[in-house]
């Protein structure tokens, strides 16, 4: 462990529970590094991931954003690409765009929306985009016929969220430099949101537990 981060974990009280306000600032203290760290949340739900009933699809609207440039994917058909370029997908395409990307198999971008009219041609490339979490779904609102109003949303702060095969879900929530009542901001958002994604019939509570932190830096465990 190098000296900065054994430095950084001397600072939190692994049995403690913090505020979203105190660990932000604690968030801020051990995520000194030579960039503008990304601050992620990452919490670990009471659902059974195996049950199709309880796998958690979704997202979320950050009124700041991440700080992150979302590059987006288009998959349309010809009289839809111009509209998708203007309202700042990075990569446009129908038959042509999936053909390239079986034949190489490159995803250079974040995240893939779809109009409902191309999805069965998108299965030839269905294993390529579903290994990488790529694949369009209808419950994270990326198959849709308003291309320009998704592509626009998930530029301005719209996050597609899903669990993972361990019953986590992870996500970016803003950038160290963000100002403390940014963070607090998109935090509020993203845990009042997930709440609302409780599968209906599961007993107990959803949210196991909920840590803060920076890219490079030590989990901070908050109250719910």
Do not use: C, W
């Not at 440039?69 to 765009?97: C, Q, T, W, Y």
Request: aromatic share 4%; glycine share 8%.
């Amino acid at each position: 462990m190098s000296k900065r981060m054994t430095a950084a974990k001397s600072k939190i009280d692994r049995n403690k529970k913090y505020s979203i306000e105190e660990a932000i600032k604690l968030v801020k203290e051990t995520g000194v590094v030579k960039f503008d760290a990304t601050v992620e949340l990452h919490a670990n739900l009471n659902i059974d991931q195996k049950k199709s009933d309880q796998q958690l699809r979704g997202t979320i609207k950050l009124p700041h954003g991440t700080g992150k440039n979302v590059r987006v994917a288009a998959f349309v058909s010809p009289d839809k690409e111009k509209i998708a370029k203007e309202a700042g997908a990075v990569l446009v395409g129908g038959e042509e765009l999936i053909a390239e990307i079986k034949k190489t198999g490159k995803t250079d971008f974040d995240i893939a929306i779809a109009t409902p009219d191309m999805m069965a041609k998108l299965s030839v490339i269905a294993k390529v985009l579903g290994q990488k979490g790529l694949m369009p779904n209808p419950k994270a609102g990326t198959i849709t016929a308003d291309v320009k109003k998704v592509v626009a949303d998930l530029n301005k702060g719209l996050i597609s969220l899903k669990n993972d095969a361990t019953g986590n879900v992870h996500s970016a929530v803003g950038k160290v430099s963000f100002t403390d009542e940014q963070l607090s901001d998109n935090i509020n958002t993203f845990i009042d949101e997930l709440k609302k994604m409780k599968p209906e019939g599961l007993k107990g509570s959803f949210i196991k537990t909920i840590y803060l932190t920076s890219s490079m830096g030590p989990g901070i465990g908050l109250t719910i």
